[in-house]
């Protein structure tokens, strides 16, 4: 079945730093989702991305879809302790989805 | 508005013990779903519903089954629970029908189950 790879599993950042994290898959997506779980919580919807090539921004959180539709990337500017979190990339398209494992972003302040 | 609401939120069992996870949703969705997390593995699709009068089974559906009781209300059991089985589940929700928010996940607060 598809499945996509995210990496890194873990990343701990100094406050004022900028993140990335990456989601890879070996097929071609119809579109992309990222979610963000706070610890303790539970996920929420962040951004779909549809178009290959695709950039979104969200304040300091910038999102891309790659030309091949094959691979995203989350990155965020100048972390802050509210950025604290996991968060997750998730194939859509189809029903169900497909969620990354996540990326587990630690910052210190 | 609720959005998609999980009673328990915690719960502890004994191994061999049974129980049923609730999940309603108030957004008219057709979708709905039950995952589970546990540290490291993201979140795994246990059964889900694509719409009323339908499930089907997920990653790891082994020692669970669910209802779809009707469009609002989607129940999962453990009818002899297991260490294993400990873990935190979330219910979720999506519109399911087609155009772009087809696929967009709601959800719930989660239950947190201890299995001792």
């Known amino acids: 079945g598809q499945q996509v790879m995210q990496i890194p599993q873990y990343q701990h950042v100094q406050e004022g730093e900028d993140f990335t994290t990456y989601c890879n898959s070996s097929?071609?997506?119809?579109?992309i989702q990222w979610y963000k779980q706070r610890p303790g919580g539970h996920p929420v919807f962040l951004i779909q991305?549809?178009?290959?090539?695709e950039v979104k921004k969200q304040k300091r959180l910038t999102f891309q879809f790659g030309e091949a539709k094959k691979n995203s990337s989350l990155h965020i500017t100048a972390t802050q302790t509210t950025d604290v979190g996991t968060y997750f990339c998730?194939?859509?398209?189809?029903?169900?989805?497909?969620f990354g494992k996540g990326t587990r972003l630690s910052v210190i302040a | 508005n609720a959005g998609v609401t999980q009673t328990p939120k915690f719960q502890v069992l004994k191994t061999g013990q049974s129980m049923t996870l609730q999940c309603a949703q108030d957004?008219?969705?057709?979708?709905m779903y039950w995952y589970r997390q546990d540290p490291g593995m993201g979140l795994r699709l246990i059964y889900y519903?694509?719409?009323?009068?339908?499930?089907d089974k997920g990653e790891v559906p082994n020692g669970y089954n669910v209802s779809r009781l009707n469009k609002r209300e989607f129940s999962l059991r453990l009818e002899s629970a297991a260490p294993s089985q400990t873990s935190v589940y979330f219910c979720?929700?999506?519109?399911?029908?087609?155009?772009?928010?087809?696929?967009?996940?709601?959800f719930g607060a989660g239950t947190r189950l201890s299995v001792l």
């Open positions: 979720a929700s999506t519109l399911g029908v087609a155009g772009l928010a087809k696929n967009i996940q709601y």
């Open positions: 097929t071609t997506l119809s579109n």
């Open positions: 991305l549809v178009k290959s090539g």
């Open positions: 998730a194939a859509s398209g189809n029903t169900p989805l497909v």
């Open positions: 957004m008219n969705h057709n979708s």
């Open positions: 519903s694509a719409s009323e009068g339908t499930t």
